[in-house]
């Protein structure tokens, strides 16, 4: 009886499941744009049909081959196979294992697992060509840097955090030195950041990397900036928008771009040296007109009484001693009507996919993804309250835009 109703029960949630990807896939034909937000629904449920359907005895065969997959990916792409494959059409593995310097037999055995998952295409018994997959890790094409960045990031810490827990105790990083990141290679001492700039290889794939990510991540269209349109024209002599650790600005501009009426000149971009020179030296001509000030935003704020300072995915970077401590910094810097707005991800209970992962993955850094009660409890403790949200929608739909005010 007991596996009977497994079984009905099974059959509700595929028949669930096919139905919603049936409809997903109607709706992908229909329309005109082939968007992330409809793949996603489609992806969404072939998964939960997959999940559904795979015998959970043998989740370890599936965990075992995705494991496998990353470790072959990796591996071509780091050699650079996928740049020697040929545009168009194929090349024998004697080739290729000549252009690689290496035997022929083990290119064999990595491009085999590649073939078989759909990631290169085989082409009789010793020959393989390119998919609409494998051209996204070609060299040139920008986006093979995510690929490696998943690998730095995501992987490399991942096989040492048994070892880090085992040495530190089960409980989060609270500090910017000893994080899974840097003990995985060998200098828990350092901070991630400090580690990044001493590796110019490593550090031009994480801002390269970064950049394509955050391209893709709404920076305005979330908050309505009007009343500070307006409180900019009513008092003249003062700071209006600080972009408190913004990089190169981009979201400082986006939302100027939206705002037209926010005026450039009385707007602050503030982040490390090396990042304020090469916006310098950048050339943009309305970054040019924003005022540029390096900072330490675990020291100090030198821009004091502003409208508002704005800080746009910098804080899940941090453990939540830490977060308090930068948020009292700017705080005190505050005047009385000033508003924080803290553009981050609230982690939903329970969490979706994407920011489950984030939460994870910010572990290694010494971070995390927050919802909203620890949000709550870290402004509390600098002495802010929030005192309105604003959602993105779509695909970005934990994004949001936390207006914040000092407790007075």
């Known amino acids: 009886m007991a596996a009977d109703s497994t079984k009905v029960e099974l059959h509700k949630e595929l028949t669930a499941a096919a139905a919603e990807l049936s409809s997903a896939v109607d709706a992908f034909g229909r329309n005109d744009e082939l968007d992330n937000a409809n793949r996603q629904k489609i992806v969404g449920a072939a998964q939960r049909i997959l999940s559904s359907a795979r015998d959970p005895n043998l989740q370890w065969m599936d965990d075992a081959l995705e494991m496998g997959r990353l470790a072959a990916t990796h591996l071509f792409q780091v050699w650079g196979g996928f740049g020697q494959l040929p545009k168009e059409g194929a090349i024998s593995f004697v080739e290729l294992a000549g252009k690689l310097d290496a035997e022929t037999s083990l290119?064999?055995?990595?491009?085999?697992?590649?073939?078989?998952?759909?990631?290169?295409q085989a082409v009789g018994g010793d020959s393989v060509a390119h998919t609409a997959r494998s051209r996204v890790l070609v060299p040139e094409n920008q986006l093979?840097?995510?690929?490696?960045?998943?690998?730095?990031?995501?992987?490399?810490?991942?096989?040492?955090?048994?070892?880090?827990?085992?040495?530190?105790g089960r409980k989060e990083p609270q500090t910017v030195n000893h994080i899974p990141g840097t003990f995985a290679r060998g200098c828990p001492e350092k901070p991630m950041f400090q580690y990044l700039g001493e590796n110019p290889a490593f550090f031009k794939r994480f801002t390269i990397g970064m950049a394509?990510?955050?391209?893709?991540?709404?920076?305005?269209?979330?908050?309505?900036?009007?009343?500070?349109?307006?409180?900019?024209?009513q008092e003249p002599e003062r700071t209006v928008f600080v972009d408190v650790g913004g990089g190169s600005g981009h979201a400082l501009l986006a939302i100027h771009d939206e705002f037209p009426g926010l005026p450039l000149e009385r707007s602050v971009l503030q982040d490390r040296q090396e990042?304020?020179?090469?916006?310098?030296?950048?050339?943009?001509?309305?970054?040019?007109?924003?005022?540029?000030?390096?900072?330490?935003?675990?020291?100090?704020?030198?821009?004091?009484g502003a409208m508002v300072y704005f800080i746009r995915r910098c804080l899940h970077n941090y453990g939540d001693k830490i977060c308090t401590n930068m948020l009292r910094i700017i705080a005190e810097s505050m005047a009385d009507d000033s508003r924080l707005l803290i553009q981050e991800d609230i982690k939903p209970a329970p969490p979706d996919v994407k920011t489950a992962y984030l939460d994870f993955l910010m572990l290694t850094f010494g971070g995390k993804a927050r919802n909203l009660s620890c949000w709550e409890q870290i402004l509390k403790d600098a002495g802010l309250r929030i005192s309105s949200i604003s959602r993105a929608s779509g695909p970005w739909e934990s994004l949001s835009v936390l207006e914040c005010v000092k407790v007075t």
């Open 212 to 233: 394509l990510i955050e391209s893709g991540s709404p920076a305005s269209g979330i908050y309505d900036f009007t009343w500070l349109v307006e409180k900019a024209k």
């Open 107 to 120: 290119v064999g055995r990595v491009v085999g697992l590649l073939t078989s998952l759909g990631i290169l």
């Open 144 to 168: 093979s840097i995510l690929y490696q960045l998943m690998w730095d990031n995501n992987m490399v810490p991942y096989l040492h955090l048994e070892e880090y827990f085992d040495k530190y």
């Open 275 to 304: 990042l304020i020179d090469a916006v310098t030296a950048g050339g943009n001509p309305k970054m040019d007109k924003v005022q540029k000030v390096a900072i330490d935003f675990h020291a100090g704020q030198p821009t004091k």
